[in-house]
């Protein structure tokens, strides 16, 4: 069942831009992952950040996590047209992979 | 080489037909899943089966039945489709779930419509 919660919804930026999103969930985790879909794709897994972990990195993802607020972010720095996708959250409770609804990411050229 | 593959892609069928989707995966995975995802963009996982064994079985019309007749292939036979089964959905497999960290990789998807 859907647990996660993301905002926004929809964020529309320019090329070149740094994008945010956010995820909140109820449960308690023991890792949160980051997913991305472009349209008409399935998704793919970007990073993964364990309950123990802060903040991570891959490229120009940058990811935190704050278990006390049942929170976590991604950030994209100096957003390309390619990053235009969708990005899901999913958090790993008991084994099962909870997803937020999604936040559509439109990067204007 | 695909990892998860499913067919058909595309699938338009009528209204009280009785249709299936197929899924396989080349990774040696334990673990495959198969979500339903929505107009909305919802992603809803429906079932999970480790080794042909079912672990997961969400609040699922029993019109949808999977089958594992290996580890590498999870199937999903639908009955009597409906307007409401239209969407897409999506096979998915991961290493296994007797541990964690569990990252999961996603066929491209089967858009059903019922008409």
């Known amino acids: 069942s859907q647990q996660g919660e993301e905002d926004p919804q929809a964020l529309s930026i320019q090329e070149g831009e740094n994008a945010t999103m956010n995820c909140s969930y109820k449960t308690s985790i023991n890792n949160l992952q980051w997913y991305r879909q472009n349209s008409g794709r399935g998704l793919v897994h970007l990073i993964l950040?364990?309950?123990n972990e802060r903040e991570k990195h891959s490229g120009r993802l940058r990811v935190t996590l704050d278990t006390s607020k049942k929170s976590s972010s991604l950030l994209i720095t100096a957003s390309r047209a390619a990053d235009t996708a969708s990005y899901f959250c999913a958090m790993d409770s008991n084994y099962q992979l909870i997803w937020g609804a999604g936040t559509k990411l439109i990067i204007k050229p | 080489d695909t990892a998860v593959s499913q067919t058909p892609k595309y699938l338009v069928t009528q209204m009280g037909n009785d249709k299936s989707i197929k899924c396989e995966q080349n990774l040696g995975h334990d673990t495959m899943y198969w979500y339903k995802q929505d107009s909305k963009k919802f992603l809803k996982i429906m079932f999970s089966?480790?080794?042909?064994?079912?672990?997961i079985n969400e609040t699922v019309p029993n019109r949808f039945s999977p089958k594992s007749p290996d580890k590498a292939h999870l199937n999903l036979h639908i009955n009597s489709l409906e307007l409401g089964d239209s969407a897409v959905y999506f096979c998915?497999?991961?290493?296994?779930?007797?541990?964690?960290?569990?990252?999961?990789?996603f066929g491209p998807g089967t858009r059903l419509l019922v008409l």
């Open positions: 089966y480790n080794n042909k064994e079912l672990i």
């Open positions: 998915a497999s991961s290493q296994d779930t007797s541990g964690r960290f569990q990252t999961q990789y």
């Open positions: 950040i364990r309950s």
